[in-house]
């Protein structure tokens, strides 16, 4: 299935799995538990990733670390590459299979395990739904912040595999600050457990850290332990409308600047206003050039001296409106409205590509220019979204994946934003993930020393290279 | 396909059965020759995994909605052949189009999923000799023929009301039917004694005050034979906020059955027949009052855009489509007064016809109408928008899945403590009553199932006899 794949991304012909893997693997597994018919492995060809898509060998759904394990061995002996895949909603091609793999899907392993409400913890299985872990925190009173926006959908295996980011990024951090402990099935089928339940733990080299964002390329997680905190007692969400891009970044500055943090502070130029409205209808002014959407959250008295401090500063930068949410149930809505902005641009053109270039905040607005000026010099159509609290923008182009000559100029136009982006002290990623994607530009952002050093790493943990082989480097 | 011959892609022969006009030329197949934009048009993001029934089940996305459109779009690049395992596939989703609300990119999925389904018959990849008289009997024969489809329920209602039903029942004869047909015997929706044109005049006016609106009421099909008493309910609200109500006689079926279950031709050709008994130019609403009717009628314009001879008039129904929730609220229907001495509190729930929210967006409406009932106290339940799993002929056809979805609905509606469902649509309706009698303790009483619109006209009737209702 490769016909309508990116001319960038040339996809080799599927190669057949070894008869002697395939028989062991169904006796391994139910019925259920392994696909091999084409009209099962045709939906696992892609994630949520545009124009990239390649037909598995075989998927299977084991249940427990030990069918992991067991595998994982197999694989070595039979020397079949391994793709590990959640619920495939990753935006960087980290979960679409290689030719003649097989693809360990861990959806079935979605048990969560344990709530510490002592120590302020949860354990869980990799298939367990964000949302879940968000949901059975808030029930005990308990806040669980990495919300990425798949999160109604995408597995904790999966976030903690790309270190996935969010919209509360700014102040909660990402993914990686959430993790205590992970469970990791290595590349010969041993089980390590890494972290612990202690918040000061330095025994040994802290390993666990390597496996978060390690896309599924030296170990597969069965388990993690997440850190949660006690959920804040008041949040007030605002909405500003500016008529000028440099006006909003402007009034981010001054927020910085008055040493406020913001638990959220998105921001959505009116392309991708407009289709977000279209498809949510929450009310936002979609005749506005550019929006902010901000929330605070904390103690009562301090959101409320906070909200009023930011509707002053964003009167003060020219803001053409301010709007408080009027209740709690508001704010979610906004929120969840805004984390459709990637796939309700799709509205406009037949192909949707996300990028996630990200700067130091203080580039921000310089970093926006150079991207609307690019688009403009290689006449394609780009959106632009994304947490300007952190500097995480996501430009993302309108394009049509079969029109060859306007692909190119997209390339063209996504290579000159990576370069500013890196030139700003920037990275191509912020919370998406290298995949296959954008390990064309990896070598640039890390430079020979760097990569090499990824690359010992690689070797010494994943000795025969079938661990999701070909991304993040070749 | 011109209107020359008002019949000329419906046939009753035997031999044409459920094959649907062929492809357009330079295409051998219905999905190659689809617009490749609306295939495209999903960006396989997962928005929509959570909220589909079958993946739900399973956790498979073969299940899932982008998994079915990674099929099709399979079959349009020419990677996959139409199937045997596809078709069962595009016949294991409910096309309940919870997806669609779900997608923020916009897929039309029931134009994905017709066009699928369609297919599938006309490939005949899921052909059996039993499927196909199955099909011509119920496409082809009953449900394009609306005195036959009487004719059966008054036979049907005979046998109910004669006592021969009772007695097959209590003497264990309906045990003998084959395995499947056993089960759903009990299921048998109990027939009315007077159907619509028996309870409802051709133009009936409103007896006080102004005619503020014209509309034309559309009766169905099961509607019509099981639940006559929710049309002349509906005749009722409308009377009673100002609209002239004009009934057609013997209404054929309106073509959705059809185009869900893969026969273009025969749902093209009843939409003309529908066109033909009402004039859209002649009224100022045409009234659905079932979920799934409603959701297909919406979408005449689609079905007929390249008839020369209907399209325009198509379009014209199409704007003027309403389902009656949706049009009580547009024209500020009356809340209904509470009568002397106050009305009775009741906690009612609402299970939302997927068509209806789903398919239509409808789903404020019924509420407001809910809220606006003496009395009445509206507890939400959980997953209100999910199927029940009637889905059309779906609890016939895939048992379990409809099973599991019974279950499912039956312990949010138990949960919410509700002694009254409102829904609007009859498979629903049928659905929620069977598994609520069948969960309901010994002794007990299942909650009540009834159309919002029983309601509103009951609390427009105690209105008048000052009484509670």
Redesign the interface.
């Known amino acids: ?1 490769s ?2 794949s990116s001319p960038s991304t040339p996809v080799p012909a599927p190669q057949p799995l070894p008869p002697a893997f395939v028989a062991a693997l169904q006796t391994a597994f139910a019925a ?1 538990s392994i ?1 091999t ?4 492995l ?7 990733t ?1 124009a990239l898509k390649q037909l598995p060998g075989v998927v299977v ?1 084991p249940k427990d670390a030990a069918s992991v394990s067991g595998v994982l061995k197999l694989a070595r002996t039979h020397r079949v590459p391994v793709v590990t895949r959640g ?3 990753g935006l960087s091609g980290g979960s679409v299979p290689v030719p003649g793999c097989v693809v360990l899907c861990l ?2 392993m979605n048990r969560i395990l344990e709530l510490d409400a002592k120590n302020l913890t949860l354990s869980a299985e990799p298939g367990v ?1 964000t ?1 879940r872990i968000y949901d059975a925190a808030d029930a005990a009173g308990l806040f669980y912040p990495p919300d990425p926006g ?1 999160m ?3 597995t904790i295996g999966g976030n903690v595999a790309e270190n996935a980011g969010g919209l509360r990024g700014l102040k909660y951090g990402v993914t990686r600050n959430y993790v205590m402990g992970l469970e990791v099935v290595l590349a010969d089928g041993s089980i390590v457990t890494l972290g612990n339940k202690c918040v000061k733990d330095v025994a040994g080299y802290n390993l666990r850290d390597l496996f978060i964002g390690s896309e599924g390329t030296l170990g597969v997680i069965t388990r993690v332990l997440l850190r949660l905190l006690p959920k804040p007692g008041a949040r007030q969400t605002l909405l500003a409308t500016y008529a000028s891009m440099d006006a909003a970044a402007e009034t981010v500055s001054a927020i910085i600047a008055e040493r406020i943090i913001p638990c959220t502070l998105e921001f959505l130029d009116q392309r991708t206003l407009r ?2 409205e ?3 209808k929450v009310g936002l002014p979609t005749e506005a050039e550019a929006l902010l959407l901000i929330e605070t959250d904390g103690h009562p008295a301090a959101v409320a001296d906070e909200a009023s401090r930011i509707e002053r500063i964003c009167t003060q930068h020219q803001a053409l409106a301010v709007r408080r949410a009027a209740s709690a149930e508001e704010g979610v809505r906004l929120a969840t409205a805004r984390r ?1 902005a ?3 641009l ?2 406009l053109r ?3 590509i996300l990028e996630d270039a990200t700067v130091p905040r203080s580039e921000l607005a310089k970093m926006i220019r150079f991207i609307n000026e690019t688009a403009q010099k290689h006449r394609v159509e780009v959106a632009t979204f994304g947490h300007f609290g952190d500097g995480n923008l996501h430009p993302t182009f309108l394009t ?3 029109n060859a000559d306007e692909m190119h100029r997209v390339e063209a136009a996504m290579k000159e934003i990576f370069d500013y982006a890196l030139s700003l002290g920037g990275t191509l990623t912020g919370e998406h993930g290298v995949g296959l994607a954008k390990k064309a530009y990896l070598p640039r952002q890390l430079g020979d020393a760097t990569l090499s050093l990824l690359k010992t790493i690689k070797r010494s943990l994943d000795p025969d290279g079938l661990l999701n082989p070909g991304k993040i480097f070749d | 396909m011109s209107s020359a011959s008002p019949h000329s892609e419906l046939s009753v022969q035997r031999s044409a059965l459920g094959v649907s006009p062929s492809a357009p030329a330079g295409s051998d197949n219905l999905l190659k020759s689809l617009d490749y934009s609306v295939l495209q048009q999903c960006m396989h993001c997962g928005m929509c995994l959570p909220t589909c029934p079958t993946y739900v089940e399973t956790g498979r996305e073969r299940h899932s909605p982008r998994g079915r459109i990674s099929l099709m779009r399979a079959i349009a690049d020419g990677e996959l052949d139409v199937t045997r395992a596809f078709g069962e596939e595009m016949y294991f989703c409910l096309g309940c189009l919870a997806c669609t609300t779900a997608c923020p990119a916009g897929v039309d999925y029931a134009n994905l999923f017709e066009t699928a389904r369609a297919e599938v018959e006309r490939r005949q990849v899921l052909d059996t000799r039993q499927r196909r008289s199955v099909r011509w009997f119920a496409l082809r024969l009953i449900f394009t023929r609306p005195r036959l489809l009487r004719f059966i329920g008054r036979l049907l209602w005979l046998w109910q009301r004669s006592g021969l039903q009772a007695l097959s029942r209590s003497t264990g004869l309906t045990r003998l039917l084959p395995g499947r047909l056993a089960g759903l015997e009990p299921q048998t929706p109990r027939i009315q004694t007077r159907f619509s044109d028996g309870l409802i005049a051709p133009v009936e006016r409103p007896r006080t005050g102004q005619v503020r609106h014209r509309v034309a009421l559309l009766t169905g099909c099961v509607q019509d034979l099981v639940f006559s008493d929710v049309n002349r309910a509906t005749v009722d609200v409308l009377l009673a906020n100002g609209c002239e109500v004009i009934t057609p006689r013997t209404q054929s079926c309106c073509g959705s059955l059809h185009a869900h279950n893969g026969d273009t031709a025969s749902a093209r050709e009843l939409a003309r027949r529908q066109l033909d008994a009402i004039d859209p130019g002649s009224v100022d609403a045409i009234i659905s009052n079932a979920g799934g009717c409603g959701s297909h009628l919406r979408h005449y314009n689609h079905l007929l855009h390249d008839d020369p001879a209907y399209a325009e008039r198509a379009a014209m129904w199409s704007r003027k489509l309403r389902d009656i929730h949706e049009w009580l609220a547009e024209i500020k229907f009356r809340p209904p007064a509470a009568p002397v001495g106050g009305a009775p509190a009741f906690p009612v729930t609402y299970h939302e016809s997927c068509h209806l929210c789903h398919g239509q967006k409808v789903s404020r409406q019924p509420r407001e109408i809910l809220k606006s009932l003496p009395g009445a106290e509206l507890r939400e339940c959980g997953e209100a928008t999910w199927c029940c799993g009637s889905a059309g002929i779906y609890n016939i056809t895939q048992p379990e899945t409809a099973g599991w979805l019974q279950t499912r609905k039956v312990g949010h509606v138990q949960a919410t403590g509700a002694t009254v469902v409102a829904t609007a649509n009859p498979g629903c309706h049928l659905q929620l009553e069977n598994g609520l009698r069948a969960a309901a303790a010994p002794g007990s009483t299942p909650p009540v199932v009834v159309h919002p619109v029983v309601l509103l006209a009951r609390a427009y009737a105690a209105e008048a006899a000052g009484r509670p209702s």
């Open positions: 299935m016909s309508s259920g696909l018919s084409r009209e099962d045709i939906p696992y060809g892609f994630d949520g545009a759904f619920s495939g909603t959806a079935d739904i949302q798949s109604k959908i995408s289709c977000v279209a498809f949510a459709s990637f796939s309700a799709a509205r037949p192909t949707t049509d994946e079969r």
